[in-house]
């Protein structure tokens, strides 16, 4: 790459940090890029990282030594959490979206690309320090929002299956109990998808009594994984208890009238598990 100004090396260096995050970037990978001395590089990203924590868009983190460079973890401020969660709750609160048996339609939502870059920045935001592996979700509505997720934690998604496609090779079955229903359903999981002993973020869209979610759980133990953690866009807050405990969620579904349509959504436990910037 040709020298640049200083103002363009700005320019230049955000957004190869913003397109690489969780990702240890050498100082000498920045100076050779840009021709610059290790000095300059390092005052430049002292300017990044201030205006990247002011306007809370992410932390830029810097490891010394031989072996160190800085690293991009995208953050989300309160501010901005907050006002991307109630937005979303008034868009869930529409009477149209009331589906028989309680639940809501959120398929226009989850097709916007805008909603869920934000999202997914959220869950990466709250999961950052964890020490994650892959982003695994179920078939077939919580793909965009793990894509989404993955993308900021810069790790491969993991899809569980309603069934074995031959395409996916041998697989891992099992059978559960639907949470919502009480129907035995099964989910498969090929097994080159996922090593074992992996870490595993799990992200669903909708949380009624977590059943499918609890699934994913049993399927990971025939894999010797972890679970690191749980992402819910939407939970419901009409059951008494979950089968899951430890769980982040969004929004919270907390009544549904189906005669009159009224629906009453809150933001989730987020801004508990959440430290902010």
């Known amino acids: 790459m040709k020298k640049l100004k200083r103002s363009a090396r700005l320019v230049e260096m955000t957004q190869y940090l913003l397109f690489r995050p969780h990702t240890l970037i050498p100082l000498t990978t920045f100076a050779d890029r840009y021709h610059s001395a290790k000095s300059s590089i390092s005052e430049d990203l002292a300017i990044i990282k201030e205006v990247f924590e002011e306007e809370g868009l992410g932390e830029l983190t810097t490891l010394a030594g031989a072996a160190g460079g800085v690293k991009f ?37 989850m097709g916007q690309p805008m909603i869920l870059n934000e999202v997914g920045k959220m869950f990466a935001s709250v999961f950052a320090a964890s020490d994650i592996d892959v982003v695994m979700t179920v078939e077939t509505k919580g793909i965009p929002l793990a894509y989404a997720t993955a993308t900021y934690l810069n ?16 697989a ?48 990971l133990q ?53 430290e902010f910037i």
């Open 73 to 109: 973890i995208p953050k989300v401020s309160k501010a901005n959490s907050l006002r991307i969660v109630e937005q979303l709750c008034r868009q869930l609160e529409q009477p149209e979206r009331v589906l028989p048996g309680g639940y809501l339609y959120m398929s226009d939502i």
């Open 155 to 170: 790790l491969p998604v993991v899809i569980v299956r309603r069934d074995n496609k031959v395409t996916e090779g041998s």
């Open 172 to 219: 891992v079955s099992i059978n559960y109990v639907s949470g919502s229903n009480k129907r035995i359903q099964t989910m498969s999981l090929s097994r080159r998808a996922l090593k074992e002993e992996s870490k595993v973020l799990i992200i669903d869209d909708f949380m009624r009594v977590g059943g499918t979610i609890h699934g994913m759980m049993d399927l």
């Open 222 to 274: 025939e894999f010797k994984a972890t679970v690191k953690g749980v992402g819910v866009f939407v939970e419901s807050g009409e059951v008494e208890e979950h089968l899951i405990d430890e769980y982040v969620s969004l929004a919270k579904l907390s009544a549904v009238d189906p005669k009159t349509k009224q629906i009453t959504v809150e933001p989730g436990n987020y801004f508990k598990h959440n």
